[in-house]
């Protein structure tokens, strides 16, 4: 919910220098049916969203037949846009494990942090899921997520 977080209290994960551009955010243990949960959400949340291949804009297909391409087909994205100027990008590595990146410029202060913890907590509600943010590459450390217990975004690392 927004207000959960204090940008003063999490600000230094926001940092490019630290985390990287596009820190790496994911929902761990997933299906493909779960993948679908997200795919629905996405269409019905109003958000705008572009799904594409090499660069093609196509429909968005079921989570099943994308996540069921031949391993050297080329690699879909799925641009979400939760706001205007905040981006996610949804990549199809794996049904077990639904991964997507946010670019930090566009998430600075705390309007844009509230925004950001919706998101979240919205696709994690959708999957009774925590949704973990980690710096880019590192998957060991979360340092924010959603937390399914407390039904909010929380710091999940202490601040650098």
Not at 40 to 58: A, F, M, N, P, Q
Request: charged residues 25%; aromatic residues 10%.
């Amino acid at each position: 919910m927004p207000g959960d977080l204090l940008w003063e209290d999490v600000q230094c994960f926001f940092d490019i220098d630290l985390m990287g551009s596009l820190p790496d955010v994911y929902v761990p243990d997933t299906s493909v049916e779960e993948w679908q949960a997200v795919l629905d959400l996405i269409r019905t949340s109003g958000w705008r969203y572009e799904y594409s291949v090499g660069g093609t804009v196509l429909p968005l297909p079921p989570a099943e037949a994308v996540l069921s391409r031949p391993a050297d087909a080329e690699m879909p994205d799925l641009r979400v846009w939760p706001a205007p100027d905040v981006l996610a990008i949804f990549r199809f590595l794996a049904p077990t494990e639904i991964d997507f990146d946010i670019d930090l410029h566009e998430l600075q202060g705390q309007d844009r942090l509230d925004l950001l913890c919706d998101f979240f907590a919205t696709i994690g509600r959708r999957l009774g899921k925590p949704v973990l943010m980690t710096p880019e590459g590192d998957y060991n450390h979360p340092v924010l997520g959603y937390d399914v217990t407390a039904d909010r975004v929380i710091r999940l690392a202490e601040p650098w």
